[in-house]
């Protein structure tokens, strides 16, 4: 089963690089943030299954934290768009 996760987790490191290449290439501004939405997600997925890997419950609270902050990153942008229209 370790194996799996393993695999997951290397999907999800893919999708960020992905991701990377959207940051660097987005035309926008919305696509940017998007894809911060995106990292915040996978980081979360990552952390959660490292913590089963490596068995650390430790992960598991980073990864609620981590959680728990991004959406107030949407909520910054938002406001910050308002703002500038």
């Given at each position: 089963m370790?194996?799996?996760?393993?695999v997951i987790v290397g999907l999800l490191v893919l999708a960020l690089l992905v991701g990377l290449g959207r940051i660097l290439l987005g035309p926008s501004s919305a696509d940017r943030m998007l894809t911060s939405q995106l990292f915040s997600t996978a980081g979360v997925s990552i952390l959660i299954l490292l913590a089963i890997i490596q068995n650390q419950s430790a992960l598991i609270n980073v990864a609620f934290v981590l959680a728990l902050l991004a959406p107030l990153t949407l909520i910054t942008f938002v406001r910050l768009r308002k703002r500038s229209l």
């Amino acid at each position: 089963m370790i194996e799996y996760l393993s695999v997951i987790v290397g999907l999800l490191v893919l999708a960020l690089l992905v991701g990377l290449g959207r940051i660097l290439l987005g035309p926008s501004s919305a696509d940017r943030m998007l894809t911060s939405q995106l990292f915040s997600t996978a980081g979360v997925s990552i952390l959660i299954l490292l913590a089963i890997i490596q068995n650390q419950s430790a992960l598991i609270n980073v990864a609620f934290v981590l959680a728990l902050l991004a959406p107030l990153t949407l909520i910054t942008f938002v406001r910050l768009r308002k703002r500038s229209l």
